[in-house]
T-cell receptor, first 115, second 116 residues
Framework: KNQVEQSPQSLIILEGKNCTLQ??????????LRWYKQDTGRGPVSLTI?????NTKSNGRYTATLDADTKQSSLHITASQLSDSASYIC??????????????FGKGTHLIIQP | NAGVMQNPRHLVRRRGQEARLRCSPM?????VYWYRQLPEEGLKFMVY????????ESGMPKERFSAEFPKEGPSILRIQQVVRGDSAAYFC??????????????FGQGTRLTVV
């Protein structure tokens, strides 16, 4: 069964500090992995997307890594800001060959940045 | 490009009524996905549609729920005879045809359904 597990479930850090969120998946055949940020009451917004051959991808203060061998990904946030408070969702895409990639969502990590 | 538009943003229905949720995909996108998010839960896949076709409805409850994406107009998620357990946020995402591994899916702001 395709699954995406995220840890921790929730995290509280002080403004300016760094943090790392984890994502483990058992999805096959793997197509790509995405990290989304979901602000409270809003739709998810894409941060990064990585295919099998990509190990790392950055988007400003967000850096995602992917180890396709161990089926693990991490999202590192540098110099956190209050606006980083949100849920971060790991999504893994299954390649179906017919053009209809299925998406499996993790439950998200709820990040709170304190001043 | 206005992005994925969902309406209404908030919908209140009494038990037994019908709920209709609308999703207009981004311009040029022919694929639509519907997801449900219960409080404190992750996004759960419901249905994947292309124009005039349901591709995958494996996440849809067998009864009371239906979805369509007509040739013209928005995609509609319809819930008949709503019950309190249907209260959730319903998100729509759209994408162009999947031709590359890193094709992006964009989400709407969601419709929050409350059944009273």
């Amino acid at each position: 069964k395709n699954q995406v597990e995220q840890s921790p479930q929730s995290l509280i850090i002080l403004e300016g500090k760094n943090c790392t969120l984890q994502c483990n998946y058992t999805v096959s055949p793997f197509s790509n992995l995405r990290w989304y940020k979901q602000d409270t009451g809003r739709g998810p917004v894409s941060l990064t997307i990585m295919t099998f051959s990509e190990n790392t991808k950055s988007n400003g203060r967000y850096t995602a890594t992917l180890d396709a061998d161990t089926k693990q990904s991490s999202l590192h946030i540098t110099a956190s800001q209050l606006s980083d408070s949100a849920s971060y969702i790991c999504v893994v895409s299954v390649y179906s060959g017919g053009g209809a990639d299925g998406l499996t969502f993790g439950k998200g990590t709820h990040l709170i940045i304190q001043p | 490009n206005a992005g994925v538009m969902q309406n209404p943003r908030h919908l209140v229905r009494r038990r037994g009524q019908e709920a209709r949720l609308r999703c207009s995909p981004m311009k040029g996108h022919s694929h639509v996905y519907w997801y449900r998010q219960l409080p404190e839960e992750g996004l759960k896949f419901m249905v994947y549609l292309q124009k005039e076709n349901i591709i995958d409805e494996s996440g849809m409850p067998k009864e009371r729920f239906s979805a369509e994406f007509p040739k013209e107009g928005p995609s509609i998620l319809r819930i008949q005879q709503v019950v309190r357990g249907d209260s959730a946020a319903y998100f729509c995402a759209s994408s162009p045809p999947w031709g590359r591994a890193n094709t992006e899916a964009f989400f709407g702001q969601g419709t929050r359904l409350t059944v009273v």
